[in-house]
């Protein structure tokens, strides 16, 4: 039997679709979400998430529970037919895009994050994600960040800039090397 590879993880030189493992699945409605106790097992993380929040806000992860101003981001973005992008550095956690407000009950913001390499401890930790939100004229992101820290991940909280989260569901999928 022959396996068929993911899409956007095999474009990238990833994996089988048989390399995710589920680690964990979460819900929650509270202001923040936490994936503590990591595995080191695996190569790369991979986090799928449909995401509502009290209201449009600007949402994103710290990894092991650094607060301080070590994240940096690079995005595109693109509303309707008018694209833009964006860069930051020096903030308090990785920006993943905006979520999904509480107007529509039944509409949420999908997420695809992968954190590469969570391991290694001789560079930093790189992330990439694509998210996407209904309300504020459709708004697609792709980005990538960075966490300025040479340190294994072991836990990974996401959480909105503001508010706390609707209703969410996160999963967490670990990807085995070759």
Do not use: C
């Amino acid at each position: 039997m022959s396996l068929i590879p993911l899409g956007f993880w095999a474009a990238s030189g990833g994996g089988e679709v048989s390399a995710y493992e589920l680690i964990e699945t979460s819900t929650t409605s509270a202001t923040s979400l936490t994936f503590s106790s990591i595995p080191a097992d695996f190569m790369h993380l991979q986090i799928r998430a449909t995401v509502r929040t009290s209201g449009d806000l600007d949402f994103g992860m710290r990894i092991n529970g650094d607060t301080s101003s070590s994240y940096a981001v690079h995005n595109l973005l693109t509303t309707g037919s008018t694209p833009s992008s964006n860069a930051s550095t020096g903030s308090n956690r990785m920006f993943l895009g905006q979520s999904q407000g509480a107007g529509d009950a039944y509409v949420y913001s999908p997420y695809l994050i992968d954190v590469l390499d969570y391991q290694n401890t001789n560079k930093n930790t790189t992330v990439r994600y694509i998210s996407s939100r209904h309300s504020g004229g459709n708004s697609l992101y792709f980005g990538s960040g960075l966490w300025i820290n040479t340190s294994a991940v072991t836990s990974i909280t996401f959480l909105p800039n503001s508010g706390s989260f609707q209703s969410a569901k996160f999963s967490l999928y670990g990807i085995r090397g070759a």
